[in-house]
């Protein structure tokens, strides 16, 4: 069988709710007479306000959400790996509300990221075993998980459930922000080690659970480029033998007019520091094993219309592997 396989960053898809609270009704003896009710949320244990660094996390706007769905009904990728959702609600809404039901398994495991941003799965085809890798630590730092989000390890079976098709590994790695007020220096510097330290770990976990000869897809985003020797543990490991499969990937639609242009089509994010050139990146990545490398048959990154991004800060990218 024929199958598309793709990843994307919805950037921060948080619920439509930023608090929920329990508000016992009062009701006048006589319903003729009107009356005002004052409610102090003083109790804690009765709602729940999300914040990140004392700010409101609010939902994602309707016409942002509206172009994501646009662009994968579109797209139409059979299986998608996906960074930054709140919860599996979120995820499930997303999927009803705004994609019409097009996928009919949402999968998503809490992870340990403070901004309540987790990995996910929408998939047309059957799951098989999930594992959370949230809990795996470095031996540099045995006391603190090596990820801040997940790395979520999937199944994938044919329809029929008979066989599995190939195992994902979702990935959302440390990013490059750095906290206004902090050091810029020390904290490139931290979080390009964390980087390489999850890179290790991934390594790990990619040689202690694959054979030479599985079936098996790394992708999602890794925060730095496929050349990058912060990813080199496991992208340049010649025993895992990986395949990027977006070396040379296929625009819907030419990118928008930059000065200078993009350097190749091989990019999903673009960042424009102040006073310089624009920095195109190929941060969102898909990796095969050597069994799949031979199947794939196509690239492909749906473009941007706006230098910002539409709905989204990076561009959905998919294979398509056929004789599965």
Known sequence: MDLTIGTLNLTHRFSRFNFRAEIPAILPADPSIESTAEYKFSDAGTYEIRTYKGRLV????????????????????DVLAVQEVEDIGALRMFNRDDLGGMYEYQILVEGNDPRLIDVGL????????????????????????????????????????????????????KSHYVDFGDDPIVWTEQNNTRRHQQS????????????????YIVLGDMNDPPTSAFLAPFAGDPGLGLTNALSDPTETRPPKADNPPPPSPAWTTRFKPSGQPAQYELFD?????PELAGHQTGAWIDRRTKHSGDGSDHDPAWVQLTNL
Do not use: C, Y
């Open 200 to 215: 290790e770990v991934l390594q790990g976990i990619l040689t202690q659970r694959m054979q030479p000869n599985s079936r």
């Open 122 to 173: 929408l998939s047309k085809l059957p799951i098989g075993a999930i594992t959370s890798w949230q809990r795996a630590v470095h031996p540099a730092n045995p006391g603190e998980p090596v990820f801040g989000r997940d790395v979520l390890e999937v199944e994938v079976f044919d329809p029929a459930r008979t066989n599995v098709l190939f195992t994902l590994f979702i990935n959302h790695l």
């Open 58 to 77: 609010k939902g994602k706007p309707a016409e942002a959400r509206q172009q994501l769905a646009g662009r994968l009904q579109t797209m139409q990728v």
């Open 285 to 289: 990545q898909i990796w095969l094993s």
